[in-house]
């Protein structure tokens, strides 16, 4: 069974072998991150894994929050057979709507149904899309924050996963596009090395390199699965 990066680059190199032969003006590379994400989703749509997108955090600091207070996961992969998520906290909020009701006595936290996942039993995935070169006001140039955000993204999301307690399985999924076949795995390489001298829970990256049509400086994209020490 292909592995995760390999359903991926797969779906990534579909859409953009679909491009080329629709002779699209920019690739791949331009495309935003929310954007890009229902491409990677679609990545599963043969994998017996189920996959999610802009699912809310098990956890809350708050008792009962509103969606507007939560965050979300970009992306979450089911194990076999799972269809849905159970959310924990819209669990609870429901037990708590049944408070100064009729139904108090009886209620109960819903149990987690046969079709649902337990969110410790699913794997949860944070984003981030880093291009060498990227298009500014429609013109392409080099992308000066790029080192920033080489650290910066990945550091951010790896302390956000981190910090719930109901996430048992993540990770960082860093896609680059670069000019030279080696620069991405490179350049994340020696990024990870930084997260982790700073005590970052993230471990070293498993890595796919591939080819794209070159439009903006950009000629290959570098996909790395970066797990977390949770």
Known sequence: MPSILEYIQLGLEQEDHLLRDQHAVRGID???ETELHPLICQSFTA???HCLREVYYPSSPHE???GS???RCDLVLLPDGKKSLYDPVHAHKELLSASGTLFEPVAQTPEIEPHECD???AMWIEIKIIPQFRYVDGVPGPNAKYAHELLSGPGTDAIKLGADPMIAHGGLLVVLFNELQEAGVHDLSIAM???ID???PVGMPEMETFPIVDRC???FCTLGLIPLRL
Do not use: K, V
């Open 217 to 219: 400086g950009n000629a």
């Open 119 to 121: 969110p410790r039993d």
């Open 193 to 195: 090395r930084e997260l």
């Open 30 to 32: 331009a495309l935003r």
């Open 69 to 71: 207070q939560r965050d």
């Open 64 to 66: 009962a929050p509103r």
């Open 47 to 49: 994998s017996p894994t």
């Open 198 to 200: 700073r005590d970052l």
